[in-house]
C-alpha cells in the first residue's frame, strides 16, 4: 500500500471508532497517530507518546480491530509503536475540528500587542505609548509593586535601585514597567531611556560578540539615565551574555542610574544565574505583582470598557470576572472577542451568547493535582514503582524518575521547593532545586526527555480536565 492508501484506511478506521468514543477522547487519543505500515497481515499505528501508545493498545485496540475486520478483512496483527511527529505526520490524515459555535476571532493577545506596539511604539526609547499609570488598576496584587514604581518615579536612580518587579505571565509586569518609563519621558524630554526585552538583549549581545562590536554596544547602553530589562528569567544559563549585562549593570549603577527589571519569578528562582548578578538584583527593591481579586478584576474591565467608550451589561461582565481568574491578558481578550463578536453580528448582549462565545477561554474549572497524582503518572510512565521513586537508590534510572516528578511538581503543579522536599521523605530544598535545575537544563539538549516530559505534563494535563 502506498502512503495515500494507508492515509485513507487509518481514516476510514477512525471514522469507525469516532461514533463508538467521546469526542474529547477521540480527539486526545487520536491525533497524533497514523498507519505507517502494511504488510500482508499486519498493520503498524504510530503515535507520538507512550500514554497515546498505552491508551491506543489497551483500550482502543478492540474498536481498531472491530473496524480493521470490516475495511481491511486480511489484517490479523496490529503492532503499535511510538514515533516523532515528524514521521507520523507523512502518513496522517488531520482530525477535523469539532463543531464549535462560530466565533469571530479576535487576533491572538500576542500578535495584538506586536501590531499595536509596532503603532504606538518610540523609537528613541523603545516605549509603547499605551502603557501608562492612569490606565492602570491598582488593587491589593499590585500596590506594593505600583508604590514602589511611583517611588522610583519621584527619586531616580537613588531609591530603589535596581527595582525588581516580578509576577506570573499576563499580570501587567510589562504595563508596569513601560508606564514607569513614558511617565519619566512626560517629565524629563532629555532623559535617556531605553526599554528592551531580555531575549532581544541576549541576541544583540551575541550579535554584537560575533562582529567584534561589543564596545559599542556598551557604550550606548552606558549613556541611558534609565534602563528597563523586561523578562530577566531569559537570562537564565545564559553564561556570556551575563557577563556583559553586568557590566552594563554595574556602571549605570555606579553612576546613579536607574534599572528596571522584570522577570516572571523571584531572582532566587531564576536558574543558572550567577551568584553576584542575583545579589546584585536583590540589592535594591524586590516587589511581586500576585493576581488580582474578584473586585480588581471587574475593574479592569470597567476600564477597558470605558477606554474603548463602549459598555456591557454588569451580569456579563461579572460573568467574565467570575471565570477568568488568572490572567489579565486573558480577561482582556475574553472581553474582546465579546465586543467584536457582538458589534460584528449586530446583536444585543446576551449573557447566554457570552458564554457560548467564551466557551474557548472558560475551560472546565480544573481539579487540583496533587503529588501523588505526579508520582503514579511517572511511575506508570517509566515502569518504576512510586516507592523505587521515592526512595534513596542513586541508580540512573530512579534518579532521573525522581527528578522528573521533582521538576513537574514545581513547574507545572508549583509547588514550593520545601513543599517538594516533604513529598521526598523531608528532602532538603536545595536537593529539589539542583534537580529541577538538572532537569531543566537536560531537557534543552536531550529531544527525547523532553518528549517524554511533554507526554507525562499532556496526560495530566488531560486528567486535569476530564
Ligand atoms: P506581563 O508583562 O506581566 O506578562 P502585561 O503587562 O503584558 O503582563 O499585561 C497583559 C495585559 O493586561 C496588557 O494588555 C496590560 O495592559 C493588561 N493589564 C495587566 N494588568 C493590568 C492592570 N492592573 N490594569 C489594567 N490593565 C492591565
Ligand atoms: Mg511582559
Given at each position: 500500500m502506498n502512503t495515500e492508501e494507508l492515509k485513507k484506511l487509518w481514516k476510514d478506521v477512525m471514522s469507525e471508532i469516532e461514533l463508538n468514543i467521546s469526542r474529547a477522547n477521540f480527539v486526545t487519543w487520536f491525533k497524533n497517530s497514523a498507519i505507517i505500515e502494511k504488510t500482508k497481515d499486519t498493520v503498524t499505528v504510530a503515535t507520538n507518546s507512550n500514554f497515546a501508545k498505552e491508551w491506543l493498545e489497551n483500550r482502543y485496540n478492540k474498536y481498531i480491530k472491530k473496524a480493521l475486520e470490516k475495511l481491511a478483512p486480511e489484517i490479523e496483527n496490529v503492532i503499535y509503536k511510538v514515533e516523532s511527529i515528524e514521521s507520523i505526520q507523512k502518513f496522517q490524515t488531520a482530525i477535523e475540528e469539532g463543531k464549535k459555535p462560530e466565533v469571530v476571532k479576535t487576533k491572538k493577545p500576542a500578535e495584538q500587542s506586536e501590531s499595536l506596539s509596532k503603532i504606538a511604539q518610540d523609537p528613541n526609547t523603545n516605549l509603547n505609548s499605551k502603557y501608562t499609570f492612569d490606565n492602570l488598576v491598582v488593587g491589593s496584587h499590585n500596590e506594593l509593586a505600583h508604590a514602589a514604581a511611583l517611588a522610583v518615579l519621584d527619586n531616580l536612580g537613588s531609591k530603589y535601585n535596581p527595582l525588581f518587579i516580578y509576577g506570573g505571565v499576563g499580570l501587567g509586569k510589562t504595563h508596569l514597567m513601560q508606564a514607569l518609563g513614558n511617565a519619566f519621558r512626560q517629565s524629563n524630554k532629555k532623559l535617556n531611556i531605553w526599554y528592551i526585552n531580555t531575549e532581544k538583549l541576549?541576541?544583540?549581545?551575541?550579535?554584537?560578540?560575533?562582529e567584534q562590536t561589543i564596545d559599542t554596544v556598551k557604550k550606548q547602553y552606558k549613556k541611558l539615565d534609565i534602563l528597563l530589562i523586561d523578562d530577566i528569567q531569559f537570562l537564565a544559563n545564559k553564561e556570556k551574555t551575563q557577563e556583559e549585562v553586568f557590566h552594563i549593570f554595574n556602571t549605570l549603577y555606579d553612576a546613579n542610574k536607574q534599572i528596571v527589571f522584570t522577570s516572571d519569578?523571584?531572582?532566587?528562582?531564576?536558574?543558572?544565574?550567577?551568584?553576584?548578578?542575583?545579589?546584585?538584583?536583590?540589592?535594591?527593591?524586590?516587589?511581586?505583582?500576585?493576581?488580582?481579586?474578584?473586585?480588581?478584576?471587574?475593574?479592569?474591565?470597567?476600564?477597558?470598557?470605558?477606554?474603548?467608550?463602549?459598555?456591557?451589561?454588569?451580569?456579563?461582565?461579572?460573568?467574565?470576572?467570575?471565570?477568568?481568574?488568572?490572567?489579565?491578558?486573558?480577561?482582556?481578550?475574553?472581553?474582546?472577542?465579546?465586543?467584536?463578536?457582538?458589534?460584528?453580528?449586530?446583536?444585543?448582549?446576551?449573557?447566554?451568547?457570552?458564554?457560548?462565545?467564551?466557551?474557548?477561554?472558560?475551560?472546565?474549572?480544573?481539579?487540583?493535582?496533587?503529588?501523588?497524582?505526579?508520582?503514579?503518572?511517572?511511575?506508570?510512565?517509566?515502569?518504576?514503582?512510586?516507592?523505587?521513586?521515592?526512595?534513596?537508590?542513586?541508580?540512573?534510572?530512579?534518579?532521573?524518575?525522581?527528578?522528573?516528578?521533582?521538576?513537574?511538581?514545581?513547574?507545572?503543579?508549583?509547588?514550593?521547593?520545601?513543599?517538594?522536599?516533604?513529598?521526598?521523605?523531608?528532602?532538603?530544598?536545595?536537593?529539589?532545586?539542583?534537580?529541577?535545575?538538572?532537569?531543566?537544563?537536560?531537557?534543552?539538549?536531550?529531544?527525547?526527555?523532553?518528549?517524554e516530559l511533554e507526554s507525562i505534563i499532556e496526560k495530566l494535563n488531560y486528567d486535569v480536565f476530564n
Open positions: 541576549v541576541n544583540d549581545i551575541i550579535g554584537a560578540i560575533r519569578r523571584p531572582p532566587k528562582a531564576i536558574p543558572g544565574l550567577e551568584e553576584r548578578l542575583r545579589s546584585r538584583f536583590e540589592g535594591g527593591m524586590v516587589a511581586d505583582i500576585s493576581l488580582p481579586n474578584y473586585e480588581t478584576r471587574v475593574a479592569i474591565l470597567k476600564n477597558k470598557l470605558r477606554e474603548k467608550k463602549t459598555n456591557l451589561p454588569d451580569e456579563i461582565i461579572d460573568y467574565i470576572a467570575q471565570n477568568i481568574t488568572n490572567n489579565v491578558r486573558e480577561l482582556e481578550g475574553a472581553l474582546n472577542t465579546l465586543l467584536i463578536n457582538f458589534e460584528v453580528k449586530k446583536i444585543t448582549p446576551s449573557i447566554e451568547l457570552s458564554k457560548k462565545l467564551l466557551e474557548d477561554f472558560i475551560k472546565k474549572p480544573k481539579k487540583m493535582v496533587t503529588p501523588n497524582d505526579v508520582l503514579k503518572l511517572v511511575s506508570a510512565f517509566y515502569d518504576i514503582s512510586v516507592d523505587k521513586i521515592k526512595g534513596e537508590s542513586r541508580r540512573k534510572d530512579l534518579v532521573k524518575a525522581r527528578q522528573i516528578t521533582m521538576y513537574i511538581l514545581r513547574e507545572v503543579v508549583k509547588l514550593s521547593y520545601p513543599a517538594i522536599g516533604e513529598v521526598f521523605n523531608h528532602k532538603d530544598h536545595t536537593t529539589v532545586m539542583h534537580s529541577c535545575k538538572k532537569i531543566e537544563e537536560e531537557k534543552l539538549k536531550d529531544s527525547v526527555l523532553n518528549q
